[in-house]
C-alpha cells in the first residue's frame, strides 16, 4: 500500500484569516496616521520658536554694538550666529522695536521686541510680524 502524495489539505490561510489581518492592520493605521500627524505639527511648532528665541539673543547683542535696532537684517544678525535660522526682521521706523518671525512646513512663530514689546517679549508661536511696527 503506497500513501498518496498531496492529498489532504493543504498548508496556509485561508481568505478569512487573510480578512482579519487586513482589518486589524487597517485599524492599526487608522490610530497612527493621525498621532503621527499631530507630533509632526508640534514638532514644526516648536522648532520654529526655537529659531526665534535663538535669534533674540543675535538681535540683543546687534543692539548693544549699535544702540539701536535701526539697520537690523537678517543677513547682519547672522554676522553674531551663521547658523542662524530666521526668515525676517521688521524694525519700527524709530528703531526701539524689532519683530523676528520664522516658519517651518505650515506652523509660524515670531516675537516682537524692544521699546514697544507684546506678549511680555515672548515668543508667540502662531503668526507672523505685523506689516509695520
Known amino acids: 500500500m503506497g500513501r498518496r502524495v498531496g492529498v489532504g489539505r493543504e498548508g496556509g490561510f485561508t481568505m478569512v484569516e487573510m480578512i482579519v489581518v487586513l ?14 500627524l499631530g507630533f509632526s505639527a508640534r514638532a514644526a511648532k516648536r522648532t520654529a520658536a526655537a529659531d526665534v528665541r535663538t535669534a533674540v539673543t543675535s538681535a540683543e547683542a546687534y543692539h548693544t554694538d549699535y544702540e539701536t535696532y535701526a539697520g537690523m537684517t537678517v543677513a547682519k544678525l547672522k554676522g553674531y550666529d551663521s547658523g542662524l535660522q530666521v526668515d525676517d526682521v521688521l524694525v519700527s521706523s524709530d528703531g526701539k522695536t524689532y519683530c523676528l518671525d520664522k516658519t517651518v ?27 509695520s511696527l
Not at 492592520?25 to 503621527?36: D, H, N, T
Request: hydrophobic share 55%; proline share 5%.
Open 23 to 36: 482589518v486589524v492592520l487597517g485599524v492599526l493605521v487608522l490610530i497612527a496616521v493621525p498621532a503621527y
Open 105 to 131: 512646513g505650515t506652523q509660524k512663530a515670531f516675537v516682537i521686541r524692544g521699546a514697544a514689546a507684546q506678549n511680555g517679549g515672548e515668543v508667540a508661536e502662531t503668526g507672523l510680524c505685523p506689516a
